[in-house]
């Protein structure tokens, strides 16, 4: 009966919605010419960008104005230049930028940020759950604007698109970031990551059979590594099978099993993650302690707090750290190390998103005409959409198709 209810909620919202913009969705060639700025991250170490010049191009094509703040894109080998032979404005003052309509950016505004937007605007940015402060979705919340939080951007198959792109790249680069610390160059044992004819190949054991150790997997198999993948869902480690088309040692949880297979290896990936909360802590100091002298251990989930109990923070300016003569390396944004390719995996997402907010004629009617953005807005005109945030905070929840409704 509820499920009925909001489904005819739903219903009205969005008939109200296309009311409202009728004169502007009875041709095509009367669609809306957005106002997009790309402001430069001023987050740690965030060298990633939203869009690439081709995509700028691809948008300014389509009628669009796109304002980029200088240098926003230097971090990713994408120069000012690029941008402005693709159609862009280039801004120096960074107000000029945050008077857009639109906002794409990859980290959160910080409060001086979000002090420059406007009521109305709409920001697309990361939200980072794990490190959010009320503060900041109060913020947001006086400014009256909207804002889509892109970790949970769906696609037509329901999968998280910008989540499983950043899961990909994650997942091959750990592989390489092990090859790199195993390598003399860098203090390691002198091992060249896979084996060859007559050399035992490393030994590589991956905690968690999601995308990041699926990819993991894969890049340690095409180099010719022997992998071992542990994880504590049987659904999740016959699905890696099927999808890598190989087969490769796969376990539960087993700890006996687990510490062998830790205290032999050369290199560890932790690649474990809570749909809630902090990461579960897999590996014991203990077992470190016993693992060979110059191992590498990559701790991916230490966003969330680490599965490894020897595991701290570290950077990409000082990337790894020793304890018990292993190595860690325990930085949480990998993709930034490769940001030219995450910024091209992130635009292929968020450029056809931009299009369809102008052919649809506005943000809402985009958002009703799409389930998997819809999910991803959690303030819509200053009110907080997201029951979980609201919870999490004790703030005042709105229901979207209220919200819509009762503006009609």
């Not at 219903?11 to 041709?27: K, S």
């Not at 709409?122 to 919340?141: F, H, N, P, R, V």
């Not at 071992?228 to 099993?257: A, E």
């Not at 050369?266 to 203990?286: K, L, Q």
Request: with cysteine; proline share 4%; net charge neutral.
């Amino acid at each position: 009966m509820a499920t009925g209810l909001r489904e005819g909620m739903a219903d009205i919202a969005r008939q109200g919605l296309l009311q409202t913009q009728e004169a502007t969705l009875e041709t095509r060639n009367r669609k809306n010419s957005l106002n997009i700025g790309i402001p430069k991250e001023i987050s740690f170490q965030e060298n990633r960008i939203a869009l690439t010049p081709l995509s700028v191009a691809l948008l300014v094509n389509n009628g669009h104005r796109v304002v980029l703040e200088s240098g926003a894109g230097i971090a990713a080998n994408f120069s000012d230049s690029e941008y402005a032979e693709q159609g862009a404005k280039i801004a120096y003052d960074k107000k000029e930028v945050f008077d857009s309509d639109i906002l794409v950016k990859i980290a959160p505004p910080m409060l001086e940020e979000i002090e420059l937007m406007h009521k109305g605007q709409t920001l697309i940015s990361s939200l980072q759950t794990g490190t959010l402060k009320q503060d900041y979705l109060k913020a947001l919340m006086q400014r009256k604007i909207n804002a889509l939080c892109f970790e949970n951007l769906r696609d037509e198959g329901n999968v998280l698109s910008v989540v499983r792109a950043m899961s990909e790249i994650v997942g091959s680069t750990s592989i390489l970031i092990a090859a790199e610390y195993l390598s003399n160059v860098t203090g390691g044992k002198g091992l060249m990551l896979g084996g060859f004819t007559g050399v035992p190949p490393t030994e590589i054991v991956i905690l968690g059979a999601g995308t990041v150790g699926e990819y993991a997997a894969r890049t340690a198999l095409a180099l010719g590594a022997e992998v071992k993948v542990f994880d504590s869902s049987i659904y999740r480690l016959r699905r890696l099978q099927n999808n890598l088309g190989s087969r490769v040692f796969t376990s539960v949880m087993q700890p006996i099993v687990l510490n062998k297979a830790i205290v032999t290896c050369d290199v560890v990936i932790g690649a474990i993650r809570a749909s809630h909360g902090r990461s579960p802590c897999i590996v014991m100091e203990e077992t470190v302690a016993k693992m060979k002298p110059h191992s590498v251990v990559i701790d991916i989930s230490i966003d969330q707090g680490g599965c490894f109990e020897t595991s701290e923070v570290t950077n990409h300016t000082n990337p790894i750290f020793r304890k018990y003569d292993v190595i860690h390396y325990c930085v949480p944004n990998i993709a930034s190390r490769v940001p030219r390719t995450a910024s091209y995996a992130l635009t292929n997402i968020f450029a056809p998103i931009l299009l369809d907010i102008g052919e649809f004629g506005g943000l809402m009617n985009m958002v009703w005409n799409n389930p998997g953005i819809r999910e991803a807005l959690y303030i819509y005109q200053g009110n907080c959409t997201n029951k979980d945030l609201a919870d999490m905070f004790n703030l005042p929840f709105k229901d979207l198709e209220l919200l819509v409704v009762s503006n009609q």
